[in-house]
């Protein structure tokens, strides 16, 4: 399984993003797609994920909102009214159960900043 994510960049508080997590390779294995970040100086953290097989989207903070595409191959966190805590890198990570994410892609920073 790989995975790309993309649509990071600097935003001004207040300012919106949508990031984009497209996966391939077995794709039918994978049972969650989520997305996680990294804040400057803090532990990772769980922002939402989508399940494949039930078609069940969390996401925890409700200025995001999270979506998929048809082929369910691709999920996209759309994220509004963001603040500089929300800068940090953000990864789309996948998992073949619900116990552990086994696969991460490369991550996408996002900077909220006046």
């Known amino acids: 399984v790989q995975l790309q994510a993309s649509g990071g960049g600097f935003v001004q508080p207040g300012g919106s993003l949508r990031l984009s997590c497209a996966a391939s390779g077995d794709i039918d294995s994978i049972y969650y797609l989520g997305w996680f970040r990294k804040p400057p100086g803090r532990n990772r953290e769980f922002v939402g994920r989508f399940a494949r097989h039930t078609d069940d989207l969390f996401v925890k903070d409700p200025r995001f909102t999270l979506s998929r595409n048809n082929g369910k191959n691709t999920v996209y966190l759309q994220m509004s009214n963001l603040t500089p805590e929300d800068t940090a890198v953000y990864f789309c990570?996948?998992?073949?159960?619900?116990?552990?994410?086994?696969?991460w892609g490369q991550g996408t920073q996002v900077t909220v900043s006046s």
């Open positions: 990570a996948a998992g073949r159960t619900g116990a552990a994410y086994e696969y």
